[in-house]
């Protein structure tokens, strides 16, 4: 069955460009992202790696690990790399498994048969602390992942963790967010000292709470 949310995230071991990794050791007790590609030295998986690899920074902000993956071994990964550095103008800074086998793929049904049976689709899953998958995504071969998006997606997934609050359609990082249905106005009161505007009893807009 395919990993759902809420599933522990399977652990392997794998061969990457860093050295060999035990996935929830790797983790530690931070956030963490998986990602496949489909093949290397691809145009848009390129374009692809140089983005991640240039938003260090943004990742490490979030307490969050990146990590990618595709069916390629080890010694292409790494000749790739090469010319990921200087299409990109960047370094790649974070592990690529090397996952000729498949293992990795298989175990998080990365490969859809029906779109292709060699390469992987271009699959997202961000892991919590606790090592549960907290977002999946699933983006066909010929479209390049906005990461923007994943960044702010961690945002939502770790504001919401920590706060009884949702975020709504198209929020970013400081905007309005909302009082989940299951917090009393009673409850709200203590919970929301910036108090909030009801646009319906179950529609209730608060400040962002951690800033
Ligand atoms: C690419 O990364 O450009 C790509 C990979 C597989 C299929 C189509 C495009």
Redesign the pocket.
Known sequence: MAIQLGDVAPDFTADTTEGTVGFHEWLGTGWGVLFS???DF???????LGTVAKLKDEFAKRNTKVIAVSVDPLESHERWIGDINETQHTTVNFPIIADPERKVADLYGMIHPNA?DT?TVRSVFVIGPDKKVKLTITY???T?RNFNEILRVIDSLQLTAGYSVATPANWVNGEDVIIVPAVSDEAAKEKFPKGWEAKKPYLRITPQPNI
Do not use: L, Q
């Not at 691809?42 to 692809?48: K, L, S, W």
């Open positions: 590609h489909p093949k691809t145009p848009v998986c390129t374009t692809e292709s390469m066909p071969a010929a390049g």
